[in-house]
């Protein structure tokens, strides 16, 4: 009777080692399918974070672009400005600067 009971004590001690092995092999399955599932995660978060990184940055050059052009017509356009009111007053203009010169 006492082997009885010692066989079934080590029977059950060998069974708790199975299942503490099983229960030690899912743990681990669980941690990586956890760190998998993190990394997917991470990347699928930083994939969408660069595409919309893209969208804005593409925007944003197109406002640049936009603001640019506007610059570059106003500047254009003062230089036409400038232009014109050195075209009908410059001769004057001239003529003052000589005289002045003359007159010194």
Same mark, same amino acid.
């Given at each position: 009777?006492? !082997?009885?009971?010692?066989?079934? /004590?080590? !029977?059950?001690?060998?069974?708790? %080692?199975?299942?503490?092995?099983?229960?030690?092999? %899912? #743990?681990?399955?669980?941690?990586?399918?956890?760190?998998?599932?993190?990394?997917?995660?991470? &990347?699928?978060?930083?994939?969408?974070?660069?595409?919309?990184?893209?969208? =804005?940055?593409? &925007?944003?050059?197109?406002?640049?672009?936009? %603001?640019?052009?506007?610059?570059?017509? @106003?500047? !254009? &356009?003062?230089?036409? #400005? =400038?232009? @014109?009111?050195?075209?009908? %007053?410059?001769?004057?203009? =001239?003529? !003052?600067?000589?005289?002045? /010169?003359? @007159?010194?």
């Amino acid at each position: 009777m006492e !082997e009885n009971i010692i066989s079934d /004590i080590i !029977e059950i001690d060998e069974q708790a %080692k199975e299942k503490m092995a099983d229960a030690d092999k %899912k #743990r681990i399955q669980i941690i990586a399918t956890a760190k998998t599932e993190r990394d997917d995660i991470i &990347s699928d978060k930083l994939k969408k974070t660069q595409e919309k990184l893209a969208l =804005v940055e593409k &925007s944003e050059n197109e406002k640049a672009e936009v %603001k640019n052009a506007e610059i570059e017509q @106003n500047k !254009e &356009s003062e230089l036409k #400005r =400038v232009d @014109n009111i050195f075209a009908e %007053k410059g001769k004057g203009w =001239v003529d !003052e600067i000589v005289k002045a /010169i003359i @007159n010194a």
